[in-house]
């Protein structure tokens, strides 16, 4: 089992304790665009131009992301999507695809693949 499994199978656990259940996939959704709001709105007290006024808590990074993840995870599970499954398939698209999209360290080519 995967890790991604394990963090899919804790999340259906702790959600199956609780009659409601898992929320619809549109209010997960709209549960997903809050927490990507709250983690833009971080990245960009600490990159951005807008700064957090004095009166404002510091909130990490990473439990920013993790809020992100539960909720990502949750409407993967509502879904019936294993995530591990669909990352594989997304690397393999981004390996291939976009092997040459970008300058490589390695300094290879796409004219020298075609060679």
Same mark, same amino acid.
């Given at each position: ?18 009659? %409601?259940? =898992?929320? @619809?996939?549109?209010?997960?959704? $709209? ?7 709250? +983690? #833009? ?14 009166? %404002?808590? =510091?909130? @990490?990074?990473?439990?920013?992301? $993790? ?7 949750? +409407? #993967? ?39």
């Amino acid at each position: 089992m995967t890790e991604m499994q394990d963090m899919q199978d804790r999340v259906d656990e702790y959600i199956g304790q609780f009659k %409601e259940g =898992y929320f @619809p996939p549109l209010v997960q959704l $709209a549960r997903l665009t809050e927490e990507v709001g709250e +983690l #833009s709105r971080e990245i960009n007290h600490v990159y951005g131009q807008k700064k957090k006024k004095t009166s %404002e808590a =510091y909130k @990490p990074m990473e439990e920013e992301i $993790a809020d992100v993840l539960f909720v990502l995870i949750s +409407l #993967s599970n509502t879904l019936d999507i294993d995530l591990s499954k669909a990352f594989e398939l997304t690397m393999k698209k981004f390996e291939s695809r976009d092997y040459f999209r970008f300058e490589r360290k390695d300094g290879q080519t796409d004219t020298d693949a075609n060679s």
